[in-house]
């Protein structure tokens, strides 16, 4: 082995030296950098692979490059700017200081939520100490930047097929930083609800209720998708649909076994009331299509598979077994009675085109997870994870009621916030550019928008000449390359 080698690895792994501080966990920095990874796969493939194959053939660039984007793009807000007002110093009850997240000094230090110290009453006495995890800040900027990435994808689910990639562009900043942000500080970095004991073990509000509201306002704002395209919108590919679906699934042991911050017991729990109550939703989401549809539908179970998983999300570590299974029977049943009964009698149901039904599976499923969190958490568990102690679900009597009620209050925040600032940010982008796709993109799709198709196979594989308004093939291309100037060859 070579000197510098032998010198690297001793530095490296020297626990009185700088890269190994005595404060650091190694078990917990790796598994939270896993878990955030596991997060990210959510997304980058996960949901790329889901929107790019649940939608209609003519969208699927452009449905897959919309989650591909937004990816991307959070990424730079959050460490310029967005990771230090939803987790950072206070600048109001609802909102952190915006300040980067670059720099090595601020990065290699231990993590600490500054905010998070709970105080009793008089606020002099600590009652729980302020969140400070055994590894760097590195990671907890990591991990808290997948979950902001992955709420505008999730959001992006309503809009698939007709919103101008443009205003997409400057739709998710925008809403990152002024939405987003809010959610995070005020129930995880510290903020007012923090304080006031809602609880939100891994976004069932910041994350899920917030895309699938404010995912429904910009539809409404963005407007339809074409006649012909909302009349018939099927998948193009099942089976790619599947796996996307199944990363998603996999992926959740690190969106919820994350949260503690910590390889420890309640991560483990948590991972496995994931699976409980997601299995549990997809079999009963089933089992209702076969019993009114007289078949089961795969989409259907991959939608059941995600109520289930917003449903336990909120409180994924705080209760128990067979808790999990009693909200995946209400996940799998609730979300789909909206979808399938009330949605076709409500007006402004009909009238607001959200594509892929991200208001049911996420904003339904992600307040009944709140609400059924506030009725089954037990104190016990609440006692490992929430920083106002003596917390529990009315389940179990004694000061449970309060928390339903906190956790309906939580709710309408977030629903209301998310309503108003949406709006704003939809009126805000429409004033630059046009949020919804002309009539001509929305007639032809990823070849319009993006110059690029799917799929290039015999039959679909013509191309829009823009300035003809007809479509060709690339055998009349090549000709058209070949002939003469001035020379038009019919093919």
């Not at 705080?318 to 789909?336: T, Y």
Request: net charge neutral; hydrophobic share 50%.
């Amino acid at each position: 082995m070579a000197t510098a080698d032998f010198y690297n690895m001793s530095v490296a792994y020297n626990p009185s030296g700088i890269a190994v501080p005595q404060w650091l966990n190694k078990g917990d920095n790796a598994w939270q950098m896993i878990a955030a990874t596991l997060v990210g796969m959510q997304s980058v493939p996960g949901l790329v692979i889901l929107y790019g194959s649940i939608v209609k053939k003519k969208w699927a660039v452009n449905s897959a490059f919309m989650a591909l984007y937004a990816f991307a793009a959070v990424w730079l807000c959050w460490v310029t700017w967005a990771y230090n007002m939803s987790f950072g110093h206070k600048l109001l009850p609802f909102w952190g200081k915006a300040r980067p997240a670059l720099g090595q000094s601020f990065l290699i230090a231990q993590a600490v939520l500054p905010e998070s110290t709970q105080f009793y009453k008089g606020g002099e006495i600590v009652e729980t100490a302020w969140i400070n995890p055994l590894y760097p800040m590195a990671s907890m900027v990591y991990f808290q930047c997948v979950f902001a990435a992955i709420t505008l994808i999730l959001l992006a689910g309503s809009l698939l097929g007709r919103m101008n990639i443009k205003a997409w562009m400057l739709f998710v900043p925008l809403w990152l930083t002024f939405s987003y942000t809010i959610g995070a500080f005020s129930l995880w970095g510290g903020g007012f609800l923090f304080h006031w004991g809602v609880i939100d073990y891994s976004g069932g509000y910041v994350i899920h209720l917030s895309s699938g509201v404010a995912g429904f306002t910009a539809a409404y704002w963005v407007g339809p998708r074409s006649t012909k395209d909302r009349e018939r919108f099927p998948p193009n590919n099942v089976l790619l649909m599947l796996t996307g679906a199944g990363i998603l699934w996999m992926g959740w042991a690190g969106f919820n076994g994350g949260d503690p911050y910590s390889a420890n017991t309640d991560s483990s729990l948590a991972v496995l009331n994931t699976n409980i109550c997601a299995a549990t939703s997809l079999l009963v989401w089933t089992c209702l299509d076969v019993i009114f549809f007289k078949k089961p539908s795969v989409i259907g179970a991959v939608q059941g598979m995600i109520t289930g998983l917003v449903c336990i999300t909120p409180g994924a570590g705080l209760v128990q077994g067979w808790a999990a299974i009693v909200m995946g029977i209400l996940s799998g049943s609730i979300p789909w009675f909206t979808m399938m009964v009330v949605h076709k009698r409500s007006r402004l149901l009909q009238k607001v085109d959200d594509t892929l039904g991200v208001f049911h599976t996420h904003a339904v499923a992600g307040f009944l997870g709140g609400a059924t969190t506030g009725l089954f958490a037990e104190p016990v568990l609440c006692g490992m994870f929430v920083p106002v102690t003596n917390s529990r679900g009315a389940f179990y009597g004694g000061v449970g009621g309060m928390q339903f009620v906190k956790q309906v209050v939580g709710a309408l925040f977030i629903i209301c916030w998310n309503v108003v600032v949406t709006s704003i940010v939809c009126l805000v982008v429409r004033l630059i550019v046009p949020l919804r796709m002309p009539e001509e993109e929305l007639a032809i799709g990823d070849d319009a928008v993006h110059g690029e198709e799917a799929y290039a196979l015999w039959g679909d594989g013509e191309k829009y000449d823009s300035s003809k308004h007809g479509w060709y093939s690339d055998i009349e291309t090549t000709q058209r390359k070949k002939a003469p100037s001035g020379v038009t060859q019919n093919v």
